[in-house]
């Protein structure tokens, strides 16, 4: 099978010193990639400089992104290249990139001269309304700076939502078999359960790898895999979710 | 010489997946660290775990921290076990840490809220002091998320000013031949010296390293020492600073 993989986490920029940066280390992400080759399959490898790689060899392309923007720009290029049986897509792509940075006094400045040319302010519906025109306005026409000055006691960091890239992977690959990652904290394995399969459902994926980062110790790694049937199956260690992964994904490519 | 250097650029935590990082890679400090090293210096080096380390031996303490305020602790404590002849702070430290994290209609919601209370908002004097006191009481009020909600177009970051960590070394080691960093981006010479002399001054230092990001590239890496009396000299290399900064901080201490 042709697989990709994305790996890692993606970063954003804050100014040209500083980032947003998601904490995954890839150790997933290696060691799916290496249960897929070993099994004989061709992987093209999508990660960022930070995180773990695969070990290379004759099979494997290794592609490096740093952000949202780039991931999808480099997913793109693929689709146009390549085709793909499965996809497994356990980067933690950033929700959101910094729109603008602002110190409070230049912020309050902003604010307070939009806010004066409303006309009734003592209504909490124009009010609300005028706050959100103006902080729709003041996170759209700043431009960001070089670097964030230090001579203010509060910043204030606009950030807007990236792009979905699981959605863009279905749409763009619809013959693949389509795996989703979904990362939550501190929560019950029923409600990992109910978001994974609701994730799962509105992406069109046909598994949903769910885990908790309170489960998630070194090699010790709880997962449990959703199908689009509504069954589970759970793993304990990350070669367990890897090998747990490669056979369900042979499995559903075989009976397609 | 009892030597004490930091390298490397904090992080500081958004959500825990997520932090906001300082990309410094730490090579001119290890650079620093070798050369002093190489001269048979005692080193205690602290630095983060993602930025490149010096290679170990005998005479080298390595110590790691994550964010600002680990970094301070870690260096009180070290205080309090020694006495260093030379501090070397070359890290990247935060200026600002997070102080809470907010979806767009939560923020309106409590901006409004607090601003309906106000009495005359039609006054820009008036309205501006609502607008600090409110911004201060929501900073300071919410607790942290665990994970970001990612069902919002918008998310507002407040941070708040970290400790400054250059004036606390001059205060707890009087003694020590000290050196700071400052990095801008894309300023002029010119510029550049006049900043560096004024942090030279606010924090007194012995030295300051002054460089700027667009005229560092790989080890080409030009950086101003000015030292108290007004002089400069100028490295190209990033071992070319190290060399300078070990020859200057021995000569101030033996001439001390």
New interface residues.
Partial sequence: MNILITAG?T?EK???????????TGRLGKAIAETFLAQGHQVTYLTTP?AVHPAMESNLTLIEIETTKELESALLTQFKQQTFDGIIHSM?V???TT?TTLS?DI???K??DK??TESD??D?TN??EA??RS?DEI?QTIQQA???P?G??????????NPKIIAMLREQQPQAVLVGFK????VSTEELIRVGRSILAKNDCDFILAND?EDIHGDQHKGILLDAKGQTETAQTKNEIAQLIVNKVEEKWRNQ
Same sequence: chains 1, 2.
Avoid: P, W
């Fill in positions: 986490g970063s804050i100014d040209n010193v500083r980032s947003i940066t998601n904490h995954s930070q933690a950033s929700d959101f729109e409070e912020f309050i400045e604010l307070a806010l004066a302010l003592s909490l009010l609300t706050l959100y902080l996170g070089k670097k964030i230090s203010t006691d509060r910043l204030l960091l606009f950030l807007k939502k990362l939550l904290v501190g980062l």
